[in-house]
Nanobody, 121 residues
Framework: QVQLVESGGGLVQPGGSLRLSCTAS????????MGWHRQAPGKQRELVAA???????NYAGSVKGRFTISRDNAKNTVYLQMNSLKPEDTAVYYC???????????????WGQGTQVTVSS
């Protein structure tokens, strides 16, 4: 099993910044993709940013140029630097990791418990 622990959410004023962190632990053979999704009240969960093991990234159009995803492979940790935050960025942010626990397993998606980000004056 793989466990994900998130941190870094909170309340911030419009235009402010936050940095989210997510560390994966447990029986990890290989991590393929690490990323962040978010879900606002009354809306579906959506991809915010993803980072593959080869280094390629994928961002939602609404956050391009404002958010940056990065990872520390040695620590199995993914970060989301969020700048120029807007009220519409308010949501619960979920860490997502696609990994295998052995050489014989198929990739599986693991999810964190979510961390609240609120952008408000």
């Amino acid at each position: 099993q793989v466990q994900l622990v998130e941190s870094g959410g909170g309340l911030v004023q419009p235009g402010g910044s936050l940095r989210l962190s997510c560390t994966a632990s447990g029986t990890i053979f290989s991590i393929y993709t690490m990323g962040w999704h978010r879900q606002a009240p009354g809306k579906q969960r959506e991809l915010v940013a993803a980072l593959k093991s080869g280094g390629s990234t994928n961002y939602a159009g609404s956050v391009k140029g404002r958010f940056t995803i990065s990872r520390d492979n040695a620590k199995n940790t993914v970060y989301l630097q969020m700048n120029s935050l807007k009220p519409e960025d308010t949501a619960v942010y979920y860490c997502n990791v696609r990994a295998v626990t052995s050489a014989y397993d198929l990739p599986f998606d693991y999810w964190g418990q979510g961390t609240q980000v609120t952008v408000s004056s």
